[in-house]
């Protein structure tokens, strides 16, 4: 299968002061096949929240190329608003619902600044709201509803626009066990449909959900993993060793 990711040589130094500089990824290499599960972890510091800032075009890199869908970091940046627009959707821990809207109003909010209001919209909301299981809370505004429900109000604007990758930087936060099962299987039944997801977590069991996981420290991708033929139970232990391993 084709790669939708493609980055070689990543290199990003973010400058502390005059003569001092910190170095978060060096020569990272990475593809991410179309239709792929793909998790990055690594411990605080690694990198991870660079690299995934730097694939998702929201950073660039000090070196190195990447290419999305096709198109490379140069093109995309004649028009980077309505690239991120047709190819990318965005959870992150940080929700950042606006509490005075309504959760319709919410889930429509990138098509909205993007081409208006229109019927087709209504009927995509609606669509996606009921999927995921918040169909009822539409005209609800997100302080009324649970973190579960906010969680997946997020997911649902995420993906009101269609993006071809779904970008999630520790996405369930602080939820309880059973509502992270459940955002976990509402992921796997997009990915299933084709989406192509990008997530970083540091929790193993979120990581056994993934097709692959890519393990990341002082900047540079040190191991892999891909689940292939094994249950989620034995992806888990795999990974918990290789953390493990790690981290020691």
Known sequence: MANIIEARGLSKRYKIDEETFTQALSNVDIDIEQGE????????????????????????PTRGKLSLDGKSNIEMQYDLSAFRYENLGFVFQNLSLLDEYTVFENIALPVLMMKGKSEELKHRVEEL???????????????????????????????????????????TGNLDSITIDEIMHVFNSLNREGTTILMVTHDCYLASYSDRMLYLKDGQIIDEIKKQTLSQDEYFYKITDITSKHSI
């Open 129 to 171: 709201a009921n999927k995921i299981g918040i169909g009822k809370l539409l005209e609800k505004q997100p302080t009324e509803c649970s973190g579960g429900e906010q969680q997946r109000i997020a997911i649902a604007r995420a993906l009101v626009n269609n993006p071809k990758i779904l970008v999630a930087d520790e996405p």
């Open 37 to 60: 599960f793909a998790c990055i972890m690594g411990p605080s510091g690694s990198g991870k929240s660079t690299l995934i800032s730097i694939l998702s075009t929201i950073d660039r």
